[in-house]
T-cell receptor, first 116, second 111 residues
Framework: GAVVSQHPSRVICKSGTSVKIECRSL??????MFWYRQFPKKSLMLMATSNEGSKATYEQGVEKDKFLINHASLTLSTLTVTSAHPEDSSFYIC????????????FGEGSRLTVL | AQSVTQPDIHITVSEGASLELRCNYS??????LFWYVQSPGQGLQLLLK??????LVQGIKGFEAEFKRSQSSFNLRKPSVHWSDAAEYFC?????????FGAGTRLFVKA
């Protein structure tokens, strides 16, 4: 099956610092990757769609200057949380679409961000 | 607009008993349909998918789901639940552009 790896799985940082989370598709090329935020006992909230070689498409209400997304290659997308605040603490999950426009998604393991 | 409803926030079943998790969707045509499972602190894993054809689809871990167009449903079933099936289950719909997830159903398995 398709494998998506996300790193780091856990990160703790101080307020005001920036944190980068990586999402890699290990055995397939993904032109599109997605970033989600999940609150405790809640469903996934789509933050943005990351397209290789172009700017990410952000969902309404998501600050693009705060959550920087870069999709530099067909196997790597990164999410950088800039000037982190405690309210940014959350579980962030990425996914990659192996077949375009099918919605068949393969997910990373998730990254737990804690901002002190 | 497309939407997904999972009516049950949580369900408790006894180990060995059968399971059915409900999912209803709203969409103008037949979308692509999925079930994902999430263990605590983990990402989501695809259990099964429906694109077209046979309306009864088989997935991993002994799960199956049946697409019923007339009821706009895609319920997940398993004949005999194992303790390791305890997790959060998400139904998802994709109309060709964006995947929408249901709120999830937490499955508890009692001995």
């Amino acid at each position: 099956g398709a494998v998506v790896s996300q790193h780091p799985s856990r990160v703790i940082c101080k307020s005001g610092t920036s944190v980068k989370i990586e999402c890699r598709s290990l055995d397939f090329q993904a032109t599109t990757m997605f970033w989600y935020r999940q609150f405790p006992k809640k469903s996934l909230m789509l933050m943005a769609t990351s397209n290789e070689g172009s700017k990410a498409t952000y969902e309404q209400g998501v600050e693009k200057d705060k959550f920087l997304i870069n999709h530099a290659s067909l196997t790597l997308s990164t999410l950088t949380v800039t000037s982190a605040h405690p309210e940014d603490s959350s579980f962030y999950i990425c996914s990659a679409e192996r077949l375009a426009n099918t919605g068949e998604l393969f997910f990373g393991e998730g990254s737990r961000l804690t901002v002190l | 607009a497309q939407s997904v409803t999972q009516p049950d926030i949580h369900i408790t079943v006894s180990e060995g008993a059968s399971l059915e998790l409900r999912c209803n969707y709203s969409y103008g045509a037949t979308p692509y349909l999925f079930w994902y499972v999430q263990s605590p602190g983990q990402g989501l894993q695809l259990l099964l998918k429906y694109f077209s054809g046979d309306t009864l689809v088989q997935g991993i871990k002994g799960f199956e789901a049946e697409f019923k167009r007339s009821q706009s449903s895609f319920n997940l079933r398993k004949p005999s639940v194992h303790w390791s099936d305890a997790a959060e289950y998400f139904c998802a719909v994709n109309g060709g552009f964006k995947t929408i997830f249901g709120a999830g159903t937490r499955l508890f398995v009692k001995a």
